[in-house]
């Protein structure tokens, strides 16, 4: 069961900017970076944005990270059909002392 | 190039044992804290442990304390994981991850009689 929690599904269409929220509590968001992945199951996932809302290089400026509190957002703006797959927030969580993984938001483009 | 490879998955009863093993290639491994990070069938990400770069520090989710072992040996670019005691909720695509810019495609581990 994880303790961070995202919605199950997002969808847009071409064009259109989704934001995926991760909500999480004072011992993991709330005082530690945020990362996010995509990922497409049974393949390797892909890391996105690093420490809340950094990008690595060759991840696409269509993709955005932000921080605010125990929450956590993504953004994909120019929703492109290669954008559907399912998406994770994970941070580090001090009571735990481990990682923590979102519950998964599959993004779906109409 | 960054490359990561798991091997060591199988079908194993339930009780058993496997060990895990994540060669990694064009990175200075002794650098990096590694993971393993499991998909069980129909599931979402799942962390399971994190080993520090020197190996003298290790972390495990709860559901695998006492059961799993993360090791690693660095003058063989090597991350392993010993899993006993393994239950049908181990029964998962495993990957290794370079925290968290690189990641392996997965070794299959499947417990049951």
């Known amino acids: ?110 | 190039e960054v490359q990561l490879v798991e091997s060591g998955g199988g079908l194993v009863q339930p009780g058993g044992s496997l060990r895990l093993s994540c060669a990694a290639s064009g990175f200075t491994f002794s650098n990096y804290d590694m993971s393993w990070v499991r998909q069980a069938p129909g599931k979402g990400l799942e962390w399971v442990s994190t080993i520090t770069g020197s190996g003298d520090g290790t972390f495990y989710a709860d559901p695998v304390k006492g059961r799993f072992t993360a090791s690693r040996d660095n003058s063989k670019n090597t991350l392993y994981l010993q899993m006993n005691s393994l239950r049908g909720e181990d029964t998962a695509l495993y990957h290794c991850a370079r925290n968290w810019g690189a990641w392996g495609k997965g070794t299959t581990v499947t417990v049951s009689s």
Do not use: M
């Open chain 1, 1 to 110: 069961q994880s303790v961070l929690t995202q919605p199950p599904s997002a969808s847009g269409t071409p064009g259109q900017r989704v934001t995926i929220s991760c909500s999480g509590s004072s011992s993991n968001i709330g005082s530690n970076n945020v990362n996010w992945f995509q990922h497409l199951p049974g393949t390797a996932p892909k890391l996105l944005i690093y420490r809340s809302n950094q990008r690595p290089s060759g991840v696409p400026d269509r993709f955005s990270g932000s921080k605010s509190g125990t929450s956590a957002s993504l953004a994909i703006s120019g929703l492109q059909s290669e954008d559907e797959a399912d998406y994770y927030c994970e941070a580090w969580d001090d009571s735990l002392n481990g990682n923590v993984f979102g519950t998964g938001t599959k993004v779906t483009v109409l």
